[in-house]
Structure formats: structure tokens, C-alpha cells
């Protein structure tokens, strides 16, 4: 059954409320405060990578958290000296850029799942069909660069709404037919409008999605705080690995998007649950990402190859997380 205009009406107002939250969430401001860039919004999506802040916090280390409307700003942000850490996937950047830039943690991997108007039943149909991805370069138009190679067709125009939410919103108020969404808000739509809409086959590459990454030059004189960071993130991914509520209990400890309705936040177990299970946030917080990493990325046209000929130390510098690892053990 079609969802009505007043159902989507609805729908819209609830999920506007739910991700209406602060551009910034953090401490109050501080000289020696780590300035950290996110090129999203603090969401149940997000939340796990702020628990591990508010424990570095905890530990001493004071932190900005800015969020930006696109995840090319959040980068930028971190070249330009605006932002000390940045979460996003700065490959692209990081081969073209003067500015010497490190990963340091993967945050989360790349499963994303292709949502489409049940007017095309294959991929065939899409062929110079319009197509939105999140934004220029994204994690999304990547899967989208490497499917339409695998299947042969060319997307018609393509348009960019950052945030799966807003596209979901998008999808079921009939503006767009065809996106990439996260897990989360792919199983918002199909619970929602699952009669209109229906998955098509994604790319089954354990890639980074978000990643937390800052300038060389930066790391190597704050490495006391980028380690305390690292160390949080890698411990809170390896007890949310053995049990995902544990990311509700933080969250209800340290009230953490307390503005959110209930039905947002009774779906956090339900998400990290799920997101281990598909394998969004993987325990070893990426150690052995950047091989897989580069044979995505250079297929999808966001870094030069070939891939076997890409250095790791040009992009990543473990050193913070192998001390991590040692010291938790593993």
C-alpha cells in the first residue's frame, strides 16, 4: 500500500527532529583542545566515534567536535589547519595534496546498499538513468563508479544529498528513485515504504568508509593525545564487537543525544547489533585496511594506480595504533 502525503509529511517532521541536533558537541572551547572535523552529523550513525571521545575526554584530552554539511569541508578543514582530526575518507586528498596527511584508525567500513523506485528491476534500467550519491568523491559514488564498470552502464546526471537520511526522506517523497543509503536508514525505507522501493546488488569489498586521519606534522607533535584517541576507539570497538549494547550503555551514562525521540534511541542496540554483524566497524581498527582500500578506491577512479604500487606509509601511520594494540593487548 502507498504511503500517504500526510504519512510522508510525518515521516519528514520525525526524522527532521531527530538528526535536528547541535553542529558541534563537545566541552567548552580550551587552547590545547583537539578540533575534530566530521563531515556528518552526531546521529545514532555516529554516535560510537563520540563515546570514544567522551573517554579520551575523560583521560585529560579536551575536544571540539565540528560537524560539516559535506565530508570534501571536513577534509579540507584538516588541510587548511582548521581542524587538528578529521573523519572521512581523504584518499583522493591525500595523493593530490601538498599537505602531508596520516590515517589513523578506520572508523568504519564501507556497506552501503543500493536503493532504487521499483520501476527498475535491474541495473540494466538505470543505464543514463539519474543517480544520487552523498557527495563528490563519497564512499557512495565509489560503490557507484565500481557497479556501473561491473554492469556496464553510464548513470545519467548525477546529484548529491548528503546524510542517508535526507536521501531516504527524499526517496519516499518521490524527488529522487535511485541513491545509496546506510544500513540503518536502508532498513528505515523498506520498513517504511518497502512496497515502493527494493535493493539492488551492492559490491562486496571490505573498504573504509570513515576514517580518522590529521595532518603528519600535527600528529607528531600531540602524539600523547592521538594516542589516548586511538587507544578509546580500538577498545570501544573490540567490547563492541563482543557485545554491540554496549554503545547504548555509554550512551545513556554520559546522556548522549538526549534530545533524540525514543524511537531514535531505542534503535541504537538494534543498529551497532546489525552494524557488527555486517561488519560496519571491524575490531582492528584497520591495521590491515589500506590493500583493500587501495584496489577500491583505485577502481573507483578516486586514486591513481595501480593499486599494488601504492605505499602504505604514504597514507597511513600505524604507529599509534600498533601502541594501542600492545597495550590492550592483541
Request: proline share 4%; net charge negative; with cysteine.
Amino acid at each position: 500500500m502507498r504511503i500517504s502525503s500526510c504519512r510522508i509529511r510525518g515521516l519528514i517532521g520525525a526524522l527532521a527532529l531527530a538528526f535536528a541536533i547541535p553542529a558541534t558537541t563537545a566541552p567548552a572551547k580550551s587552547a590545547d583542545a583537539v578540533r575534530v572535523a566530521m563531515g556528518d552529523i552526531v546521529s545514532v550513525e555516529t554516535l560510537a566515534f563520540v563515546i570514544a571521545l567522551e573517554r579520551a575526554k575523560e583521560r585529560g584530552i579536551a575536544y571540539e567536535l565540528t560537524s560539516f554539511a559535506k565530508e570534501d569541508l571536513a577534509i579540507q578543514a584538516v588541510v587548511n589547519g582548521q581542524a587538528d582530526l578529521g573523519m572521512g575518507t581523504p584518499y583522493t586528498v591525500m595523493q593530490k595534496s601538498k599537505v602531508p596527511l596520516k590515517i589513523l584508525f578506520q572508523v568504519t567500513r564501507l556497506v552501503f546498499f543500493p536503493v532504487v523506485d521499483n520501476s527498475y528491476k535491474t541495473w540494466k534500467d538505470l543505464d543514463g538513468q539519474p543517480f544520487v550519491f552523498n557527495s563528490r568523491g563519497s564512499g557512495t559514488e565509489a560503490i557507484g563508479n565500481i557497479i556501473a564498470k561491473r554492469e556496464g552502464i553510464t548513470f545519467g546526471q548525477r546529484s548529491y544529498i548528503p546524510g542517508s537520511e535526507n536521501r531516504v526522506i527524499a526517496m519516499i517523497n518521490g524527488q529522487i528513485k535511485a541513491t545509496i543509503v546506510d544500513l540503518a536508514n536502508k532498513n528505515l525505507l523498506l520498513s517504511k515504504a518497502g512496497d515502493r522501493f527494493h535493493v539492488l546488488p551492492g559490491v562486496d569489498i571490505p573498504a573504509s568508509d570513515e576514517l580518522l586521519f590529521g595532518q603528519a606534522e600535527w600528529i607528531e607533535k600531540n602524539t600523547d593525545k592521538v594516542d589516548i584517541i586511538v587507544e578509546e576507539l580500538l577498545k570501544l570497538w573490540r567490547e563492541m564487537a563482543n557485545d554491540p549494547s554496549i554503545i547504548e550503555t555509554e550512551r545513556a551514562k554520559r546522556n548522549l543525544l538526549k534530545d533524540q525521540p525514543q524511537e531514535v534511541i531505542s534503535g541504537v542496540t538494534e543498529f551497532y547489533t546489525q552494524g557488527v554483524k555486517e561488519g560496519i566497524f571491524h575490531p582492528s581498527g584497520g591495521i590491515d585496511a589500506a590493500k583493500a582500500d587501495f584496489e577500491f578506491y583505485v577502481e573507483a577512479g578516486q586514486l591513481q594506480g595501480p593499486a599494488s604500487e601504492l605505499k602504505v606509509e604514504d597514507f597511513w601511520d600505524f604507529g599509534p595504533l600498533e601502541r594501542a594494540r600492545k597495550k590492550l593487548g592483541g
